[in-house]
């Protein structure tokens, strides 16, 4: 068979005849790879199915599956949905084989049938970790198997309901003349199980890798041939782990997953308020946030060091604040405030490095700065929210009953909030002191009672 030679971006895919420094799809430099590919094989049709009116489709056909994992199903939308591949991707030892192996097991002792295919492990290692984790039953299946026919031909023989493929980039197809990880190896080998998926009515989790960057590793077709992608986020050194949809079909990708990792695996965590709450509610710089993810209100401390340096420029570091936002704030507190705080390095992070970029945020952090800057500590058992423009004005941001009633359900007494959002809450009846601003000046005199210059 006469096979032609072409390149490759290693970063999304495109496919050139001769080699190019940078990518004219993406812009990434020296990603060509050569590439020799045997002529395409012919595609196949998923289906024959008539057109069929949008108004005559049943949605009982296509049912949800329980995960047995409440903040997975949360981040899918509900739970599996049947038929669907679900991309799950994350840094190594992060827990994402954890979860996809519990997530079979349950599966299978809910009477489903489950096969897990892994390319790392052999079977006697996955035995070993399926004990560990609780993972074991009769109508799971594992296979230890990488050739692409190899894995297509075992599904169609044991017909499961749910399959998950550890991992694509180890996966390869035998008619590619590449090695397994390569662009055209992912990229095939993932339409074909995305084909399998939908004619023979079968759910799979792929699981995949990530670059030294935190990104999906891979052609970037990856993520647009699945139907939901997830990615792990979290620290080695830390028990938290934090599921995010950056893609779903079926549901929002706002919402978020809290996992907890201990040595039986990863468990939920639904009331993780209390993690990132502070031990002292008094620390100078430190500010409780009540922040929304997806559907989901959850209590936040933000931290700010703000110090003199004699370095210029002065340094702005954050892991979980955009720094973009850091700078705005500060050309805000030194404009409209008259605070010479521009020249100070300032450091801000919050509790388990949870990512914060919602508007509502502006007036804690703006808060924090404050109360390290001045050396002063904020008024206890108070939430502070709001967004703040370029005058230093406090504007109303949404979801302001769940976050008011996350504060006084952990304990908290009184939130200095928006006028405007003030307006559609009745204090009373919530149980909470309601401090109303417009401006950052009022809301430094609601923080600071002790000393409102």
Known sequence: MKRSLNYVCSNCGYVSSKWLGKCPDCGAWNSFEENATAPRESNKALNSVEPTP????????????MSGSGELDRVLGGGLVQSSVVLMAGAPGIGKSSLALKVASTLAVNGLKALYVSAEESAAQLKMRADRITAVSKNLYVSTQNMLEHIIASIGKLKPDFAVIDSIQTIFKSTIDSSAGNVSQIRECAADFLRL?????????LIGHVTKDGALAGPRVLEHLVDTVLLFEGQQASDLRILRAIKNRFGATSEIGLFEMRQEGLFDLPDASSIFLPDKVDEIGSVVLPTVEGSRALLVEVQALVAKTSIMPPRRTSDSIDVKKIQLLLAVLEKR????????????????????DEPAA????????????????????TVFFGEVGLAGEVRAVHFVRQRLNEARRLGFERAVLPTKNAKEIDAAELGMELTAVSTLREAFKAAFPRKNN
Do not use: H, Q, W
């Not at 998926?197 to 989790?205: L, M, R």
């Open 197 to 205: 998926a939908k004619s023979k009515d079968v759910t799979i989790i």
């Open 362 to 381: 502006d007036l804690a952090i703006a808060i924090s700065l404050a109360s390290s800057f001045a050396n002063l500590p904020i008024a206890p058992r």
């Open 337 to 356: 405030l008259r605070m010479p705080i521009g020249v100070c390095d300032v450091f801000l992070k919050t509790a388990g490095d949870i990512k914060i």
């Open 54 to 65: 949008i108004t005559e489709i049943d949605l009982d056909d296509v049912p949800r599956i």
